[in-house]
């Protein structure tokens, strides 16, 4: 079965922190992996997406990793900021874009 | 550009009422997906067109759920008759095609009591 899974659940951390969020998926055949930010209230906001051959990828302060071969992700946070809290949503697409397959993701919650 | 843009956002209806949810996508996007998302299950994918095409609606829950695309800037997905377990946020997003990164409207809040 297609399955995403993140961790942690939530997250809280100090502004200027650092962190950085799992996700591991059995999905089949893999097409790319992406990371969203979703804003209370608004909709997932692409950061990052990876294809089988790229290991990073960066935006901004974030930085996405992916290891095809076991099928693992991490989302790195550099220097928290109030405004990154929202939960991250780990993303696999086994169809060229057209069925995606959603982690449960993880609520960040950076406090000063 | 003003994005993809949904309404109305916000909306509370009966059980038994007839819903219908409204999308305009990105102008020159090929691609509309319609998605659910509820605490207990995420976001789902439900249906997707392609120029105007219903390709993939086996996300779709069940017969009382219908979704249309009559042309590039507009598509439309209605509840009828609606039931308080339809309650949930549900996002329409766009994409240039095949592959691309999707672009998330603001969302319907539904709201069925």
């Known amino acids: 079965k297609n399955q995403v899974e993140q961790s942690p659940q939530s997250l809280i951390i100090l502004e200027g922190k650092n962190c950085t969020l799992q996700c591991n998926y059995t999905v089949s055949p893999f097409s790319n992996l992406r990371w969203y930010k979703q804003d209370t209230g608004r909709g997932p906001v692409s950061l990052t997406i990876?294809?089988?051959?790229?290991n990073t990828k960066s935006n901004g302060r974030y930085t996405a990793t992916l290891d095809a071969d076991t099928k693992q992700s991490s989302l790195h946070i550099t220097a928290s900021q109030l405004s990154d809290s929202a939960s991250y949503i780990c993303v696999v697409d086994s169809s060229y874009g057209n069925k995606l397959v959603f982690g449960a993701g993880t609520i960040l919650r950076v406090k000063s | 550009d003003a994005g993809v843009i949904q309404s109305p956002r916000h909306e509370v209806t009966e059980m038994g009422q007839e819903v219908t949810l409204r999308c305009k996508p990105i102008?020159?996007?090929?691609?509309l997906f319609w998605y659910r998302q509820t605490m207990m299950r995420g976001l789902e994918l439900l249906i997707y067109f392609n120029n105007n095409v219903p390709i993939d609606d086996s996300g779709m829950p069940e017969d009382r759920f219908s979704a249309k695309m009559p042309n590039a800037s507009f598509s439309t997905l209605k509840i009828q008759p609606s039931e308080p377990r339809d309650s949930a946020v549900y996002f329409c997003?766009?994409?240039?095609?095949?592959?691309?990164?999707?672009?998330f409207g603001p969302g319907t809040r539904l709201t069925v009591t």
């Open positions: 102008s020159g996007h090929d691609y």
């Open positions: 997003a766009s994409s240039p095609g095949q592959g691309s990164e999707q672009y």
């Open positions: 990876m294809t089988f051959s790229e």
